[in-house]
């Protein structure tokens, strides 16, 4: 039932076709947390930030029942800041601006209190600094995931598969995906990524859903036909927050609770483009999730009977 | 529990990055008329073929319990031809040659024998002779699905759009359903589409599954991720006649049975890419159909219970 989220807590600012938002909070750390708190669990964070963050924002994390204990707050030095223009298709983004500022040397620290925590989800970070938490945890969490990024395949592969090797479960895009593995078919890149010495392995499809792999097992996650999405900012961590919170919640890796684990990660990520930055994830109730859950299993339900 | 299905019957000669073939059978009624034969009724088929078809693909074609009464066989002209060559993504095709030859002129001729047909379903023509087809039935199908493509948006949109508001139900894909509407979101474009005058609305979304809307509800099919695809030349055509074929044998229209076909359609559909043209299509038995019904159960099963 706990779970430890590693992952940045930055200052984002982001442009769509829809609007312009300046300095908002942002960071993997962020949207992780905020999702995963909607599962009845206090998500202990470790993270950095500069002399610039501010109490508001530190308090706003704990309204929302995240520990901010390991939160380092560099005196310093300021807080990690992003910048990016997305365009009429949503599907490709530009960064204009990424200062690491405090990510820089980022070290990460476990307070005594996040020791022998249960589930461990690494969000997007150096390979060595996520390996570093998983060394400095006195036991070994029963579940690990872990997201990364095309930039750590590029810079650093071999520390990314070492750290790869040592979690139970990856969660990355298509195009990562075939980046990892040299393979365009997701289900040979499927497999070659799960021999990295992964059990589960989540492929990320944007609007189109997820696929959750096991040795022998693929489920298919619908994406849920929106409106309009704003600003995808964060989705992918939101699902990730999703899934985790929920399996922190439920407390039992089974492939039937993945699969739940993957819906509740598209329901949150699904309200999360809604609207700009965490906007829409400081507003959400369980009714809002429960309704949303319910429109899942419409969109994915059928009842086949083979003959 | 009768089917009448008019598309056209033809030569395709086909390049991929795995092979190549010369002059096979293919066409969309081709397609759709043996994936359709599968759900145990005898597919009444409409088309034109030249003098250079062939007896053996006319046998062959009733060999699968195809009824070919309503193909035309004009004495001085020669049979569709189509040759394309997809690239490696196999999202991209290029078409080499397109010489319409028996059909650029076809005028769709309905036997005695097919009249009072309960399931129509309309393959990608010119949408002139779509309507000829329904105004040429002494009795409205009880039910009418057609196929269409971006060539008749350019060409002759009114004509289409006149078509469509004739018919039940409506199957393109993402792109084609992006220009029709005009909007970019396929939830919006679903409803724009819908309001043209149709009761569903199918979008397909080649490897990521389809999507099916009425007015009030929506439906998600999975992709089935593959190792390989060999060739998607006549996949939307299997799709469809997997579906059409499915919705005629049940013969009872409602939104549990549409979501099935679009299963069925699935189903036969990514047989369909796993060899070249229609070869797999002719090699198939029922239990390869139900194991492959299995596989889709399991690909989009889940039990959540959101509290």
Chains 1, 2 share one sequence.
């Not at 022998?116 to 998983?134: D, K």
């Not at 609007?207 to 040795?215: K, R």
């Amino acid at each position: 039932m706990s779970l430890l989220i590693v992952g940045s807590v930055a200052f984002d600012a982001i442009e769509t076709p829809f609007g312009k938002t300046d300095r908002i909070l942002g960071g993997a750390g962020t949207y992780i947390s905020l999702a995963a708190s909607y599962f009845g669990i206090q998500p202990k964070l470790i993270s950095v930030v500069g002399n610039d963050f501010g109490n508001e924002n530190l308090e706003l994390l704990q309204k929302y029942n995240i520990d901010i204990e390991g939160i380092q707050i560099k005196k310093d030095e300021k807080t990690f800041f992003w910048s990016g223009k997305y365009h009429n298709d949503m599907n490709t983004r530009q960064t204009l601006v990424t200062e690491l500022n405090s990510l820089e040397k980022f070290d990460p620290e476990i307070p005594d209190s996040y020791q022998n925590v249960e589930f461990l989800m690494l969000g997007n970070l150096s390979p060595v600094v996520q390996r570093q938490v998983i060394e400095r945890l006195t036991v070994r969490p029963k579940f690990i995931a872990m997201d990364t990024m095309n930039f750590w395949m590029n810079i650093m592969l071999d520390e990314l598969l070492k750290t790869i090797s040592m979690v139970d479960m990856l969660i990355i895009n298509d195009e990562e995906a075939r980046q990892l593995s040299g393979e365009y078919s997701l289900l040979k890149a499927a497999r070659k990524i799960l021999s990295f010495g992964l059990k589960y392995l989540i492929i990320k499809k944007g609007e189109h859903g997820a696929l959750l792999f096991s040795e022998n097992q693929i489920f298919s996650a619908p994406g849920l036909p929106l409106e309009e999405v704003f600003d995808p900012t964060g989705a992918g961590d939101t699902f990730a927050g999703g899934l985790i919170g929920y399996l922190a919640r439920e407390n039992q890796i089974t492939f039937e609770n993945l699969k739940n684990g993957v819906i509740a990660g598209s329901a949150m990520a699904s309200f999360n483009v809604q609207k700009f930055g965490v906007e829409q994830l400081l507003d959400l109730n369980q009714k809002m999730i429960y309704e949303r859950l319910q429109q899942f299993v419409q969109l994915a339900h059928f009842n086949y009977q083979p003959m």
